[in-house]
């Protein structure tokens, strides 16, 4: 019986070892249809950003209505981030350089997704209120959710429901 049991545990291990497929890709996988899937917090982020300013509600109604038409898998629970699943894609500090865009700014972020800018609307979780998350920084600010410049959306939806 422990002679069947250890060969069976020998065989689980060398099974994983010679099967990179399974364990490929890390945590961030990016596909074909303009989406990157987060394994560790269980996500599917837009691969870009939607590539021009845009004021809090229309960001909103982007990402829950709009951003779903534009790749080619249809999902029908994109909404806008909070900011701790922002932070999750910010590098600051790590090997990662920051990564020029649009507006001029290099921000770190993780390089399986673009951004044009450094700004990307998002919700503070606790309160639901509207902020700005900063890649520049690594940080969230209020701001008036009319003022559209250089604020931009990152439409993302949970795996899990």
């Not at 070892?17 to 890709?25: E, N």
């Not at 599917?44 to 898998?73: K, L």
């Not at 890649?135 to 009319?146: C, E, L």
Request: net charge negative.
């Amino acid at each position: 019986m422990v002679s069947l049991l250890r060969t069976l545990l020998i065989s689980a291990c060398a099974l994983l070892l010679l099967s990179p497929p399974l364990l490929a890709g890390g945590r961030f996988m990016a596909h074909d249809d303009g989406t990157v899937t987060d394994t560790d917090q269980m996500l599917m982020w837009a691969r870009q950003d939607n590539q021009t300013d845009i004021a809090f509600a229309d960001a909103d109604r982007f990402a829950r209505f709009a951003f779903g038409y534009t790749i080619a898998t249809q999902y029908d629970n994109w909404r806008l981030p909070y900011v701790s699943e922002l932070k999750n894609l910010y590098q600051a500090g790590k090997s990662l350089p920051p990564l020029p865009n649009d507006c001029g700014i290099a921000v770190p972020i993780i390089p399986e997704i673009e951004l044009s800018c450094g700004w990307i609307w998002a919700i503070r979780k606790a309160t639901n209120q509207p902020v700005v998350f900063n890649f520049q920084y690594g940080s969230a600010f209020g701001h008036q959710s009319g003022d559209i410049t250089g604020c931009r959306v990152l439409p993302v939806r949970d795996l899990i429901q």
